[in-house]
Each structure stands twice: as C-alpha cells, then as structure tokens.
C-alpha cells in the first residue's frame, strides 16, 4: 500500500474482485454501487427488508426483526442512541411506535422497514 493511500480503497477493489469471480461482473458492479451509496454518500440502501411485527415497542421491533438478539442488547443500543425510526434518533427504551410504517435503522449499516398495526 502506497503512503497516504485510504485503505478502504483496497478493500473495495479487493471485494469488487472476489465478488466478480464467484457471482460475476454484473453483481459485483451492483454491489460497489450499493456500497459508495450507502457508506460514502450515507443514502439508504434499496433492499431493504420488510417485516410486519407484532409488538409496537421498540425493543421487541429490535429483536423480532434481528436487529438486536436480545432485550439486553436492545436495551444498550437504545440507550447508546443507536437506532432510529424515519432518521429520528430513539433515545426512550420504553418509547411505543405508532401504526404506520417505519424505517428502522441500527448503526450505519442495518435497516429494515417494519408494519406496526
């Protein structure tokens, strides 16, 4: 690696190149495409998974969909301001989602949009 060089440069080319010899030139240009978008450029990712849940309190959200394998961590992620619904950050573990539907977000990483009846 050359001095000055970012290595997250590499590591993009490096999975641009695995990509596009197990899946192919097609999929590996979709996925540098996601990644610049939703890590460069801090868009939302198209796939986003949809769930339609059966509590409307967050922590329950956090864990029916997997975002977070417990009421403990849910509990700690919240309390860490690290989730938000419609890019409003949650800081109430208690805090009650309205019907509608929701854009959940852990981190800057993992979203899913969940129904609440």
Not at 40 to 50: A, L, M, T, V
Not at 52 to 72: Q, Y
């Amino acid at each position: 690696m050359t001095k000055g060089a970012n290595p997250r440069d590499y590591k993009l080319k490096l999975a641009y190149e695995v990509v596009t010899i197990y899946k192919g030139l097609e999929d590996a240009d979709a996925a540098k495409d996601s990644f610049v978008k939703v890590f460069s450029e801090g868009q939302k990712p198209e796939d986003i998974k949809r769930y339609k849940v059966k509590s409307n309190k967050i922590i329950d959200i956090l864990v029916e969909t997997g975002l977070a394998s417990s009421n403990s961590e849910a509990r700690r992620l919240i309390e860490q301001k690290g989730v938000k619904s419609n890019d409003v950050v949650i800081d109430d573990v208690n805090q009650v989602l309205h019907s509608g539907e929701h854009l959940i977000q852990k981190g800057k990483r993992f979203f899913v949009k969940v129904i609440v009846d």
